[in-house]
């Protein structure tokens, strides 16, 4: 069983930045972990993440503008140059060997 917590979220312009955290009660036996995403209406999204192999992926749509990093039990996302499409429900997630884990999401908000 992984707990996440999310952090960071909140209200920013166009154009600003925001770094979101999230905190693992363990990291035993994690495969991968990385954040996902889900605006109004939309299905949740990978934006980025670590994979099994230590690699990272992202979304093209984030792609030079945000940046997935990792220290230990912690995750995080370097969001730069906000757009108001990034505007959504940001959630940390974490796989387990074949278990996947989800944290509650933290609300990201990109006002034009």
């Known amino acids: 069983q992984v707990q996440l917590v999310e952090s960071g979220g909140g209200l920013v312009q166009a154009g600003g930045s925001l770094r979101l955290s999230c905190a693992a009660s363990?990291?035993?036996?994690?495969?991968?972990m990385g954040w996902y995403r889900q605006a109004p209406g939309k299905q949740r999204e990978l934006v980025a993440v670590f994979t099994s192999t230590g690699s990272t992926n992202y979304v093209d749509s984030v792609k030079g503008r945000f940046t997935i990093s990792r220290d230990k039990n912690m995750l995080y996302l370097q969001m730069n140059s906000l757009k108001p499409e990034d505007t959504a429900i940001y959630y940390c997630?974490?796989?387990?060997?074949?278990?996947?884990?989800w944290g509650q999401g933290t609300q990201v908000t990109v006002s034009s």
């Open positions: 363990t990291i035993f036996n994690i495969r991968a």
């Open positions: 997630n974490a796989r387990q060997l074949n278990r996947n884990f």
